[in-house]
């Protein structure tokens, strides 16, 4: 999805947290990925600014949803 469809699904949904593993199989498509997808800012250590990075020991990266 691109950030903005993330966005409102994010909304829609009324989440609280997104959690990204490096493991999770929806981040090796990215050769399929929009140019503007979000999996590609995960990837490449970047985040949408509504999403705050929570510390977190472990694979898992967390972030708290902001600002919506």
């Known amino acids: 999805a ?3 469809e993330a966005r409102a699904i994010t909304v829609r949904r009324q989440l609280d947290l997104v959690v990204i593993c490096a493991g999770m199989p929806e981040l090796r498509g990215l050769p399929d990925a ?3 997808a ?3 800012q995960f990837t ?3 985040h949408p600014d509504w999403l705050l990075p929570i ?5 898992q990266s967390v ?3 902001s600002g919506l």
């Open 2 to 4: 691109t950030e903005a």
């Open 34 to 36: 929009a140019p503007d």
């Open 38 to 40: 979000l999996v590609r």
């Open 44 to 46: 490449q250590g970047r």
């Open 55 to 59: 510390e977190t020991a472990g694979p």
């Open 63 to 65: 972030y708290r949803v």
